[in-house]
C-alpha cells in the first residue's frame, strides 16, 4: 500500500464495552508506534514494536490497553472496558527501522468516541 | 525526561505575512526536533526534522526552523503565509536513540486570513 491504513476510521461505543482497532503498516517498515490524540492537546505516545523485540509498552495508561503484531504486519490496539475518558483520535505510524533517525509515517487516525 | 511547549494554541496571520509558530523543549539528551502538520482530516506530515546538524533547517513548502541550544527553542517560520498553510502544527522531540518515540507539544492551529 501508499502508506499507512487504519481501520475502522470511526468507531462510537458504550461504556464498558471492548473495542479493537487495527493499523496496517508501510510494508517493509519495521517499527510500528501507537499515538493517542485528545481533543486539544498533543499526541501521547502509547506503544512501540521493533521487529520481534519485546514491544516498549510504557506508554499504556492501563491495563485495559493492550496491542499486538504479528511480526512486521498488522497491528492491533485493544481497550477492554471503555471510559469515557478513552475518547479521542488513535494514530498509528511506522518507520523503516527503530531510533529516532527514521522518519514515522502516520495513518488517518480512528475516532473513538466512547457514550 | 523529555517535554515540549508550544506558545500560543491558535495563531492567526494575514495572507502574506510572516509565519512565527513557537517551540521550546527540555531534553536530558542531544535532542533530534521535529515540525508535523496536520491538515483537517488526515494524519501527521513531517514538515522538517533537526538532527545534530545543521541549526537551521529547511522543510517543505517553504518553512524552516532555527535550532537554539541556548535558548532549548526550535521555532517555526515561513516568510510569506499562503492560505493553504491553515493546519495544525505540532513540535515533538525525541531523546531515545533507541526506539524514536515522540513526545509531542499540545499543537498551534493556524489561521490564515485573506
Known amino acids: 500500500g501508499a502508506g499507512v491504513s487504519q481501520s475502522p476510521s470511526n468507531k462510537v461505543t458504550e461504556k464498558g464495552k471492548d473495542v479493537e482497532l487495527r493499523c496496517d503498516p508501510i510494508s517493509g517498515h519495521t517499527a510500528l508506534y501507537w499515538y493517542r490524540q485528545r481533543l486539544g492537546q498533543g499526541l501521547e505516545f502509547l506503544i512501540y514494536?521493533?521487529?520481534?523485540?519485546?514491544?516498549?509498552k510504557s506508554g499504556l495508561p492501563s491495563d485495559r490497553f493492550s496491542a499486538e503484531r504479528t511480526g512486521e504486519s498488522v497491528s492491533t490496539l485493544t481497550i477492554q472496558r471503555t471510559q469515557q475518558e478513552d475518547s479521542a483520535v488513535y494514530l498509528c505510524?511506522?518507520?523503516?527501522?527503530?531510533?529516532?533517525?527514521?522518519?514515522?509515517?502516520f495513518g488517518p487516525g480512528t475516532r473513538l468516541t466512547v457514550l | 525526561a523529555q517535554s515540549v511547549t508550544q506558545l500560543g494554541s491558535h495563531v492567526s496571520v494575514s495572507e502574506g505575512a510572516l509565519v512565527l509558530l513557537r517551540c521550546n523543549y527540555s531534553s536530558s539528551v542531544p535532542p533530534y526536533l521535529f515540525w508535523y502538520v496536520q491538515y483537517p482530516n488526515q494524519g501527521l506530515q513531517l514538515l522538517l526534522k533537526y538532527t545534530s546538524a545543521a541549526t537551521l533547517v529547511k522543510g517543505i513548502n517553504g518553512f524552516e526552523a532555527e535550532f537554539k541550544k541556548s535558548e532549548t527553542s526550535f521555532h517555526l517560520t515561513k516568510p510569506s503565509a499562503h492560505m493553504s498553510d491553515a493546519a495544525e502544527y505540532f513540535c515533538a522531540v525525541s531523546g531515545s536513540s533507541n526506539t524514536g518515540k515522540l513526545i509531542f507539544g499540545q499543537g498551534t492551529t493556524l489561521q490564515v486570513k485573506p
Open positions: 514494536f521493533q521487529g520481534n523485540s519485546a514491544p516498549d
Open positions: 505510524a511506522s518507520s523503516l527501522a527503530g531510533g529516532r533517525t527514521h522518519e514515522q509515517f
